[in-house]
């Protein structure tokens, strides 16, 4: 995935073949009816209950090789198709066909003084690259919002979910065929060469936009070596800042939630800032909360004369390397601040851009936060586990981008599409 | 501009600290009042003004140097400064500050079932980085509405323009001043060295967009080098289709208004696509207003045999390259072709994705041209010179975009923020 591909590969030119099978079936999906698309994703769904049992097998396989790779539990974990992920898949292809359909929809039609009415119409972007890591689940997942935003699809999953995947890739084929729709419209890389991903994120031509789904060390792999546009999610250092006039109940309550509802997401808080004034009556509380919980706590010195004052020594010292880490474990950072002005500074400072919250009462201070914090999602007096497409009202999410052009935050079905200007004339000529 | 940098360069230092710079000037930016910002761009233009005579020392001295290099008349004439052009930055810069600021704008606020209520809120991107050729006036412009969108500028004019931009510049830095806003939210670059716009496209922590204004080659060069996402604009190849329902008298009014009310603009007509059906009622019309103008049309075979019925040969074969090309020029090719269907794979094999009309009466063709052009601006009846920001009503433009991503088609105040999610909460937390 290093230099661009000699143009004379058998790789090159199998990719070539697949980006342009990939941009003609663009645009009969960008054509297609809702029902047709939502024809497919039911039949994609029957096609898969249909393959229950050769599912097993091929996952197996997957399975058997990982285990063979020495692949930690964990990993294994992801990779297996139970009976209860295939279930969730059906289910979930049923939710994205009751969806309503973001493609065609017209706004803000005005008419201007030239006499030309002027408005945006919602398309599909086109062709889609997914580049995903284990969970062969994502194939169905991701096929289902790019069909049902009509966009073709090409993806690329881990390698050791290879027959996984393709067997669901074959599945979705099944259910494109019931619907009249074209094959094309959802291709897997059958390579587990790199060099295809390389060729991928470089087709400009025929590939509209990259969503990778993974680690951190593919996101900024291919986010160095893409001429494609990415949409990408980097960290998630979410933070939640108790103000001094925050209510204490509220503060230890949602900040109990937003870091030990779970602690694997994105948007679980990571470090917690707390103002002077009401550290002393709020953070050995929460810290008494923490600790039974088995939170290990990283403070600054400030916050731990707090701690220590209330009895509680059990916390170690925060490094500067702790403000910038994305725990995703239970272990939290927490940093006591003079003022609003030095919470933020320190968001901005080490944050990742993605959730941030305050607690308070204070209605300028409010404002201020969400203004000045340059986060994809900002919060008053909420936990920040909310940051999620499902509790923002998008019915689904394709992930979340920490990019500030076109998708921020939580990406549903509309941050597949975009909008294209539409003018009606009656013939009207420029002066 | 090839490799990356080697981080320990003067320029590489000197771009990391312009760099820094810019983001901190863009987070005051963020929180100034439209007030600040508007008098900001009222006392430039003062400033502007007052600088009448060293604008025109300075300008002389770019022209000098240009002409010793031997540019061309159409070169100069950009270049330079003349009363006429000083005015109409001066009277840009009040414009701009008369359109409606979009920062800070919320939208969508709904309660969700959690009871959170979840909306969106527009920010300025951030910093933003302007490359651009011989034009000084770009200083101007690009500066005002980035201001005015509240962000940070970082600007790097043509090499032969240096003293008339770096004069401008100090313009604006008078005009910040004036308004208590930051000097570093408005930078020029001040080397000429290559390497610091290759520092510049790939600061992907210090910049969030870079938009390229200039001729082709550049901006294919940036878009192959930069890993900060470009705003751009490739080719102008646009289309006008008179299908078999046209109105004549229409669709004369309006192709000539496209292709010759002016012929180098981007949205201007490069290729008229006619249907078999209305050819020789609308063609040789057309034709004889082409010709009448000095317009050189390039044809296809069916094209010309029309023409020559009507005793018009004063014609070229088209040759598959002119399909692709954008003459910007008095020069047309065209094409009949058999059916919408065939006009719509014309410009999806040729067009460039720009602007595209179609002149029909029939509502099924209209909708269906408007729906399957995968264009950033689609017409029905009007002539393509109407993809503009100003007639769109933007106020102001700073460029057309050929992206799909974030901004489409003419890119106004709008488009250079972006929305961030908000989240009102009364202590929820997630269940």
Request: charged share 20%; proline share 4%.
């Amino acid at each position: 995935m290093n230099a661009p591909l000699p143009p004379n590969t058998d790789i090159a030119r199998s990719m070539l073949r697949l980006g342009q099978q990939a941009r003609t079936a663009a645009r009969a999906l960008a054509r297609a009816s809702t029902a047709a698309k939502n024809r497919a994703l039911i039949a994609t769904g029957e096609a898969i209950d249909a393959a229950r049992e050769r599912l097993a097998t091929a996952n197996a396989k997957d399975i058997a090789y990982a285990q063979a790779n020495h692949q930690d539990a964990a990993f294994i974990d992801r990779l297996k198709l139970t009976p209860k992920v295939i279930d969730s898949m059906i289910e979930g292809l049923k939710q994205v066909a009751e969806l309503p359909d973001p493609v065609g929809e017209i706004t803000d039609m005005k008419r201007r003084p030239s006499s030309i009415q002027v408005g945006k119409m919602r398309v599909p972007l086109g062709v889609i690259g997914i580049i995903y890591e284990s969970r062969p689940n994502v194939t169905i997942d991701a096929a289902a919002l790019c069909l049902k935003s009509g966009n073709a699809t090409v993806l690329r999953g881990g390698s050791e979910a290879f027959h996984s995947n393709l067997l669901l890739a074959q599945c979705v084929q099944q259910g494109l065929a019931a619907a009249g729709l074209p094959a094309h419209a959802v291709q897997m890389i059958e390579t587990t060469d790199r060099a295809a991903v390389g060729a991928l994120i470089r087709a400009t031509e025929h590939v509209d936009v990259i969503i990778p789904r993974g680690g951190k060390s593919l996101i900024e792999r291919i986010s160095a070596e893409a001429t494609v546009p990415v949409i990408k999610h980097l960290d998630g250092i979410c933070h939640t800042f108790i103000d001094a006039s925050a209510d204490i109940d509220m503060a230890v309550t949602v900040c109990d939630n937003a870091k030990t509802q779970r602690y694997s997401p994105c948007n679980a808080m990571e470090t917690l800032l707390v103002h002077a004034e009401i550290a002393p009556r709020v953070l050995p509380r929460l810290a008494g909360v923490y600790l039974a919980k088995g939170v290990e706590l990283r403070v600054c010195a400030a916050t731990r004369s707090v701690l220590a004052a209330a009895g509680i020594h059990t916390v170690k010292d925060a490094t500067e390397e702790d403000w910038r880490t994305e725990y995703l474990a239970p272990i939290l950072s927490i940093r006591t601040v003079e003022s609003l002005d030095a919470a933020i500074d320190h968001i901005e400072t080490y944050g990742s851009h993605h959730t941030d919250a305050i607690i308070t009462n204070d209605h300028a201070h409010a404002m201020r936060f969400v203004r000045e914090v340059d986060s994809a999602s900002v919060m008053i007096n909420a936990s920040t586990r909310f940051a999620d497409g499902f509790e923002f009202g998008l019915g689904a999410e394709i992930g979340i981008s920490t990019n500030k052009l076109h998708a921020r935050g939580p990406v549903g079905l509309e941050g597949l599409t975009s909008q294209k200007w539409l003018v009606l004339g009656q013939g009207e000529i420029r002066g």
